[in-house]
């Protein structure tokens, strides 16, 4: 399985990287248990053959700032990543991502001002954010 094997890879070099960023750290491992399997251990998109209803192909997860004018677009994302908690998202069918919601919530500044969000949410944003190429 070289998927696979290139997730773990990609997540160890990730994980080796950024020791000290816990949020960071935390945010590679939901993103490789939540959403590799569409965007691709590398985060390239293009993953998702064999899902189930989806009719769309998973986009570059990399390139997210660079399409939004070199500045990545938190709340755009937070707004996403709430609609997977919730499971509302056409296209993308995977089991609703319950686990990416908590009482446990972080402040984080965004576009349009602060927002307080879940803390998988925040982690998986901050290993977003981390991701981009520049
Ligand atoms: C079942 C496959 C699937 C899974 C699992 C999945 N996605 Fe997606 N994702 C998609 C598809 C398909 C799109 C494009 C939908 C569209 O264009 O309407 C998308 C779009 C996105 C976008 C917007 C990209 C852009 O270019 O604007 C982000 C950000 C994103 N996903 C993040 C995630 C994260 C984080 C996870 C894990 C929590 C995840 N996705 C899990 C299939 C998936």
Redesign the pocket.
């Known amino acids: 399985m070289p998927r696979f094997t290139s997730l773990i890879m990609a997540a160890c070099v990730f994980l080796a990287a950024c020791g000290r960023d816990d949020r960071v750290s935390r945010g590679a491992v939901?993103?490789s248990e939540?959403?590799a399997?569409?965007?691709g251990g590398d985060l390239r998109g293009g993953g998702?053959i064999g899902?189930v209803g989806?009719n769309?192909?998973?986009?570059d997860?990399t390139t997210?700032a660079v399409?939004s004018g070199g500045n990545f677009p938190r709340g755009?994302?937070l707004a996403?990543?709430d609609d997977?908690a919730a499971g509302s998202?056409p296209?993308?069918?995977?089991r609703p991502?319950a686990h990416?919601t908590s009482q446990d919530s972080k402040r984080i500044k965004t576009e349009a001002g602060r927002a307080r969000v879940p803390a998988p949410q925040a982690a998986?944003l901050a290993y977003?954010e981390a991701s981009q190429l520049p």
């Open positions: 939901l993103y939540n959403c399997i569409c965007h998702g899902v989806l769309k192909v998973p986009p997860l997210l399409r755009k994302v996403l990543l997977y998202q296209g993308r069918l995977m991502f990416l998986l977003l």
